[in-house]
């Protein structure tokens, strides 16, 4: 199986940025994909983006597109989110998965809070 475990997350400005790590553990070699989802409080889990474990496809959601970056380290086995130009409405519990088709995920982390304060 695989482990994922995000850090990076806490309290961040208005207009700032903040940069999310995920780690992948155990059987990596099952990861076909990395994404990212977010859910605020009281709303649903909602796709944020993607990226291929090999080669270098991405996806965004259009809600973030332009604010935000993933990337990866194959050697480190991690990816990361970063988010620039931070609003309110980023405030989630982000939530790094792997190996995904549309939005169904063979493997979750168990998420890191970031909270965006105006």
């Known amino acids: 199986q695989v482990q994922l475990v995000e850090s990076g997350g806490g309290l961040a400005q208005a207009g700032g940025f903040l940069r999310l790590s995920c780690a992948a553990s155990?059987?990596?070699?099952?990861?076909?994909?990395m994404a990212w989802f977010r859910q605020a409080p009281g709303t649903e889990r909602n796709f944020v983006g993607a990226?291929?474990?090999?080669?270098?496809?991405?996806y965004y959601s259009d809600s973030v597109k332009g604010r935000i970056t993933i990337s990866r380290d194959n050697a480190k086995n991690t990816v990361y989110l970063q988010m620039n130009s931070l609003k309110s409405e980023d405030t989630a519990i982000y939530y790094c998965?792997?190996?995904?088709?549309?939005?169904?995920?063979?493997?979750w982390g168990q998420g890191t809070q970031v909270t965006v304060s105006s």
């Open positions: 990226i291929a474990w090999r080669g270098d496809s991405t």
């Open positions: 998965a792997a190996t995904c088709k549309a939005l169904s995920c063979d493997y």
């Open positions: 155990g059987r990596v070699d099952l990861i076909d994909n």
